[in-house]
């Protein structure tokens, strides 16, 4: 591969994976093409900082990121009453994202 953005778009592409692996259950209301719209995006968007800023920026990009993440789940989800690594309760956040309620399986 002779493109030199090889390493923003596997790094993008490990962390959204490994995103959605442990808090993908955050995201169960979203449309599917969205979130695979956020793959694009977000690599899209790493290559355009590295090229634009250099990869420096790249990683103050990802450490921007990281913050944001942490807190949003580790301050403002609990604040609202939900634990941010489990999404629980549940039908708080459902409310809190706007989405419908799902059907109780135990019912």
Known sequence: MNSPYWFEVAVMGVLIAI???LLGHFEAGKAKWRRVGKVFIGCALAVLISATAG???FFGFL???AVAVMVVH???LPRQGI???TAEPRERYHRLRG???PPDPSA
């Open 74 to 76: 580790g301050w403002w």
């Open 19 to 21: 995103g959605n692996i």
């Open 55 to 57: 990869r420096a920026w």
């Open 63 to 65: 450490g921007a990121l």
């Open 99 to 101: 989405w419908k309620l």
């Open 83 to 85: 634990n941010g690594w």
